[in-house]
Structures are given as C-alpha cells and as structure tokens.
C-alpha cells in the first residue's frame, strides 16, 4: 500500500510539472504584430493564388520598394535565403511549434540565418524579388510549418482578394 501510495504521488508531481513543458498547443500562440514599424498604415489582400488564402497575407503601402520589414514577434532566425523559383525568405523560430515567414524582400537585405531577433528588429527590406515590379511583402503566421489564420496583438485579420485591400495600423512598437 505505501509502495503504492508513493507511486502515486510520484507520478502526480511528474505530471504537474513534467508534462506542461513538453506540450506544444496553439494556447501558446505568440502576441503577433505587424511586420512593420510603429502606426504604420499597410494595404492587406490575399488572392487565389495563394496555397492557403485564409492564411497568407501580401502587404503593400505604395511606394512600397525599400521599406522596413520588421519581426512580428522576437525569436531566431532559422532560414534566409532564395527559394529555387527565385522568391526571397526569412523565416523566425518563435518556439512551441511557431514560425513566421516573410518573402520577396531586397536579396541584400535578409537578415542571416542564426541571428536572434526581438520583436520589432529589423530583418529585410521589402522588395519584388520572385514577383518583379510587385515590391510587397509576402507574410505568414505558422504552426508545425504550416500557415494558420493571422492575428495581430490577438486580433483576427480578414481577407479580401486583390485587387480589392483592407488597411490595418501596425502597433509593433
């Protein structure tokens, strides 16, 4: 019985305090923001282009070319580069599963692959690098590398198709 009773305590510590941590569940969702500086007014629109429509979002505040690509959220960067049909990326780890990824910034401008970011750090400017003439910026929220509806500072987005926009007001500051 007090083998047993031991037992059972045991695994009752081992649960409170073990198994939360190995747990990676959509709760912990990171406090997104915009991809860009502080009140900064950008144009939003999907289109049917995209894989996943209700979850991939093409900003553009025209003049568009050049301007600041800021982390959503503070992570580290786990890829930088050019995919082989010649779209630039950045993708940032944020931990528990979560990523985003921001495409067709300036080629020189990526930041490196391994650099550690803070939310609000610059990591490229935006560029038509895979769309050319098209400077915007391409930008994803993931889960287990998979795009999931965006939200910014807990706020769902909506999508309207191109060439019609919504205009959202960046508070990543």
């Known amino acids: 019985m007090k083998a047993r009773v031991v037992t059972l ?21 990171p406090v997104f923001q915009m991809p860009f500086g502080c009140d900064q007014i950008w144009r939003a629109y999907t289109h049917t282009g995209h894989a996943f429509p ?4 093409d900003m553009g ?9 800021r982390a959503s959220y503070a992570g580290r960067v786990t ?5 082989n049909d010649g779209v630039s990326f950045v993708i940032i780890d ?10 067709h910034m300036q080629r020189g401008s990526l930041i490196k692959a391994g650099t550690t970011v803070a939310r609000g750090a610059k ?6 690098v895979g769309s050319p003439g098209q400077f915007h910026l391409h930008y994803e929220q ?7 509806p965006i939200l910014w500072n807990n706020s769902a987005i909506r999508y309207v198709n191109f060439p019609n926009y919504l205009t959202y007001r960046s508070r990543n500051c």
């Open 9 to 29: 305590l045991f695994g009752l510590i081992a649960a409170l305090f073990v198994a939360p941590a190995a747990q990676a569940s959509p709760d912990a969702r």
């Open 54 to 57: 209700n979850a991939q979002i």
């Open 142 to 148: 993931r889960l287990n590398a998979r795009p999931v």
């Open 61 to 69: 505040q025209p003049p568009s070319a050049g301007k600041i690509v």
């Open 79 to 83: 890829g930088s580069g050019i995919y």
């Open 94 to 103: 944020h931990g528990g599963g979560w990523s985003t990824r921001y495409l």
């Open 123 to 128: 990591v490229g400017l935006v560029g038509d």
